[in-house]
């Protein structure tokens, strides 16, 4: 496995969920929500420079059934934007599904109303993606997850 830092990334239209692990840990913490909008590539890339990850993982929004949908063509697009303003940094795609509902779920279990989730919602299925990706490596002990391809536009 890399060395060094993970992200995770939620992307939506709206806001961006952030979480991060430190090196050699292998557990994930919330970090920040970005405001979606002109800004947003500035902010991550300077979390980026901040937290200096090994990799970052996006979460990649597949239909139940694994196929990808307009959501999923949204996230490759801003997926391949990050790469681009953090060349030095590996991104990665990984599967998403059901990341938000597992971590409402968690927010409830921990006694979060729905209406005092809106404010960390994001970040929790940030810390789920970037988990599950974790997850993933400890079991294959490599980076896991599909390449950013930087063509997309």
Do not use: H
């Not at 990334?9 to 909008?37: H, L, M």
């Amino acid at each position: 496995m890399p060395d060094g830092a993970r992200l995770g990334i939620d992307w939506g239209k709206a806001r961006i969920g952030v979480a991060a692990c430190n090196a050699g840990v292998s557990f994930a913490y919330p970090v920040e929500t970005v405001q979606a909008g002109t800004d947003e590539l500035r902010r991550l890339a300077a979390i980026v420079a901040e937290y200096e990850p090994a990799v970052v993982y996006v979460g990649l929004p597949l239909t139940l059934a694994g196929e990808r949908s307009f959501a999923a063509t949204f996230v490759r697009e801003k997926a391949a934007q990050l790469a681009r303003a953090i060349p030095a940094t590996r991104v990665r795609l990984i599967d998403e599904r059901m990341s938000t509902a597992t971590a409402s779920r968690s927010l409830g279990d921990a006694g979060r109303r729905a209406k005092q989730q809106r404010k960390v919602i994001d970040q929790a299925a940030a810390v789920e993606i970037l988990q599950r990706a974790l997850d993933a490596e400890g079991r294959t002990g490599d980076v896991v997850g599909e390449p950013v391809e930087l063509e997309a536009e």
